[in-house]
């Protein structure tokens, strides 16, 4: 999720957004804004969201979701230009540190491993929500960027849960219009839609904010699998 | 450009006009499709659709625009449509460097910008035909991404930049002047100084003949940027607006410079905070 900056520190907002995200079942959210507030504020948002405190409040609040672990990742615009520089750096120690210089051009897999190397891999996200008042990826790092589904969410104060679950079930979606069905199934499970009160809950929230016929077209391809 | 056209364009002008425009071309083989036309006839058709973006853009006054003819991903597809594509793009090449096209009417300069060697012979050669031919303009300037991706494009500056240490050392060296800076014989403690920054990378980008871009329009709805211009964009309006790329016209455009003029103050700050 890439939000802005300003919106960013607007704590109670980020908290409720991940709290959404958990209740739906994503496994892992990058967290990115450009001046990393989000990562100077990593402590409180972590401990909120450790695995243990899900399961606490989930029984405090007898909700019927089951929360999943949640792993969280802290980026900012240091991770992006700066940090492929310092990729740079390092293969140009490795490959040019004994004094030859190497003939062959460097490649996709060596480029990862030294962002890895040097504290900035980590995958590609397969969907970048934006929070803020624009449609602008904000210098989310460019290596991670490249088939990502782009969708802006409007600013951080207005976030819905109706526009959320829109977001990520037309994800859904429009992957399975690219692979056939058996695959398709397997994206689906991505945001790990196993639990049966998980998938009421969802699609009575989907009903509630107007999909009904992508609700039927859900329930008929969980239906013919 | 017709009268209302141009008074549309006056109109916009009083507010901030983008300098850069980026599109992604796509849709061309669904409208194909859509419309029950042969193969090709739908990237002819993006063609013309192109030629007029083009002449809005030059006409309103945006300098720099910037096209993903064809993404180094796209050779994956059919060998067929690989080759005839590749047809067409030479065929448009040479369409382009004539006397009367659009090329000369708006003053462009053209450039391609991907990793050329890619390419068949006579669709390299007639890249390199083109841009010697419209080197002498200078009014704006056409970029057009062949046989490119961002993540090439940053594989290739980072092999530059190591390169270009490396000369550099290897001549400091050679004058006994390197004082084992850039190579680790020599150096007691192993240590390299890291020398490579942001701005090295920048200038061996290949899409450095231009700024960054303001807007970049994707057509057909995809809300992906399929590995174009991600180190460039930043701070950039992202439109797709759900057309095909054949059907876009005066009015998409016009759309977009007022969402990128309702923007601009946000999008200035955080260009000069970056």
């Known amino acids: ?225 | 450009m017709d009268e209302d056209s141009s008074s549309i364009s006056r109109v916009l002008s009083v507010g901030p006009v983008p300098d850069h425009i980026a599109f992604i071309m796509d849709g061309n083989r669904r409208y194909a499709k859509k419309r029950n036309l042969l193969d090709g006839a739908g990237h002819r058709s993006g063609y013309l659709a192109l030629m007029n973006m083009l002449k809005y853009c030059y006409e309103l006054g945006v300098k720099y625009a910037t096209i993903y003819a064809f993404s180094i991903d796209n050779f994956r597809r059919r060998p067929e449509e690989v080759q005839s594509t590749m047809q067409l793009i030479l065929e448009k090449i040479e369409d382009l460097i004539k006397e009367e096209s659009m090329v000369n009417q708006y003053g462009v300069r053209i450039y391609f910008l991907g990793s050329l060697k890619l390419l068949s012979k006579p669709v390299r050669l007639a890249a390199e035909r083109a841009m010697v031919a419209t080197s002498g303009n200078s009014k704006s300037v056409l970029s057009i991404c062949l046989a490119y991706t961002s993540s090439d494009e940053i594989l290739h500056a980072v092999q530059e930049c190591c390169g270009e240490k490396w000369d550099e050392g290897s001549a400091l060296e050679s004058k006994g002047a390197g004082n084992g800076l850039v190579f680790l014989k020599g150096n007691e403690n192993g240590k390299i100084k890291p020398s490579i920054v942001v701005k090295d990378l920048e200038k061996h980008m290949y899409a450095a003949v231009a700024p960054d871009p303001d807007i970049i329009i994707r057509t057909s709805g995809e809300t992906r940027l399929s590995n174009f211009l991600l180190w460039q964009s930043a701070n950039c309006l992202l439109y797709a607006p759900p057309i095909l790329w054949p059907e876009i016209g005066l009015w998409h455009l016009i759309w977009a410079v007022l969402d990128f003029q309702r923007n601009f103050s946000y999008l200035k700050e955080k260009t000069k905070l970056s």
């Open chain 1, 1 to 225: 999720m890439v939000i802005d900056s300003e919106e960013a520190q607007e704590l109670s907002k980020v908290f409720e957004l991940l709290q959404w995200v958990a209740d739906i079942g994503v496994k892992s959210v990058c967290l990115y804004d450009p001046e990393g507030v989000l990562k100077k504020n990593k402590e409180p948002i972590t401990q909120r969201f450790s695995s243990a405190n899900l399961s606490e409040e989930a029984a405090v609040n007898g909700r019927l979701v089951t929360r999943r672990n949640l792993t969280l990742e802290f980026v900012s615009f240091e991770d992006g230009k700066e940090a492929v520089a310092k990729a740079a750096n390092y293969l140009f120690v490795k490959h040019y540190a004994n004094g030859t210089k190497e003939k062959s051009d460097f490649t996709e897999p060596q480029m990862a491993e030294a962002l890895g190397a040097i504290g900035s891999g980590g995958a590609e996200p397969d969907l970048l929500l934006i929070y803020g008042p624009t449609r602008c990826h904000l210098g989310f790092p460019a290596w991670r960027l490249r088939y990502t589904e782009i969708v802006h969410m409007g600013p951080l104060k207005s976030m819905s849960y109706g526009s959320l679950v829109k977001a990520i079930f037309k994800y859904t979606m429009v992957h399975q219009n690219y692979v056939t069905s058996s695959c398709g199934t397997s994206m689906m499970r991505k945001i790990d839609l196993t639990d049966a009160a998980s998938i009421v809950c969802i699609l009575l929230r989907m009903f509630f904010f107007d999909c009904r016929t992508k609700v039927k077209r859900y329930l008929l391809a969980c239906m013919s699998n």
